[in-house]
T-cell receptor
């Protein structure tokens, strides 16, 4: 069965370190997205991609980067982790705007 | 950035009660989606509504898209503990060319047995 997987599920890192969160989907979807979820803010868009070599900034992209070298993967990199980036991160994929498939999330703590 | 406002933020009810949650905006949307999220998991799509005035039913859940396509409601009949979760509405974001979704902050529902 097709799926979307995120790894790791939990991560603790220190302030200033570079961190990469993985997202891998086997749906063969062109569109992939990264969101962060914080209490009181819902899901906020970080970066998104409509296909290989395409990346776009979302509402809260500062301090984050993505790259899309193939259809299946959209890794999210925190260049220099900050405490404000402690959050739950969700990756999603879709073929259209009529429904996203989400991963199970990565809980990141920056200490 | 257009905002989706959801109300109420929290709702705690007894099993068997009915409830309605709302999603409102000042913007017109081409479509609107509802998701349910359980603790420790990602949101799961429940329904997409596209046409103004549209009503969709999913077992005990009834979804309505407002005539002006600025608002939507989710009504649950005879709520069960399994309905517990965070309900999120989402719509295509204008500042992404409508190719990414913007989400409301959600309604957290708890159904007590």
């Amino acid at each position: 069965d097709a799926e979307i997987t995120q790894s790791p599920r939990h991560k603790i890192t220190e302030t200033g370190r570079q961190v990469t969160l993985a997202c891998h989907q086997t749906w063969n979807h062109n569109n992939m997205f990264w969101y962060r979820q914080d209490l009181g803010h819902g899901l906020r868009l970080i970066h998104y991609s409509y296909g290989v070599q395409d990346t776009n900034k979302g509402e809260v992209s500062d301090g984050y980067s993505v790259s899309r070298s193939n259809t299946e993967d959209l890794p999210l990199t925190l260049e220099s982790a900050a405490s404000s980036q402690t959050s739950v991160y969700f990756c999603a994929s879709s073929e259209t705007n009529y429904g996203y498939t989400f991963g199970s999330g990565t809980r990141l703590t920056v200490v | 950035t257009q905002l989706l406002e959801q109300s109420p933020q929290f709702l705690s009810i007894q099993e068997g009660e009915n409830l309605t949650v709302y999603c409102n905006s000042s913007s017109v949307f081409s479509s609107l989606q509802w998701y349910r999220q359980e603790p420790g998991e990602g949101p799961v799509l429940l329904v997409t509504v596209v046409t103004g005035g549209e009503v969709k039913k999913l077992k005990r859940l009834t979804f309505q898209f407002g005539d002006a396509r600025k608002d939507s409601s989710l009504h649950i009949t005879a709520a069960q503990p399994g309905d517990t979760g965070l309900y999120l509405c989402a719509a295509p974001a204008m500042d992404t060319g409508r190719r990414a979704l913007t989400f409301g902050s959600g309604t957290r529902l708890q159904v007590q047995p």
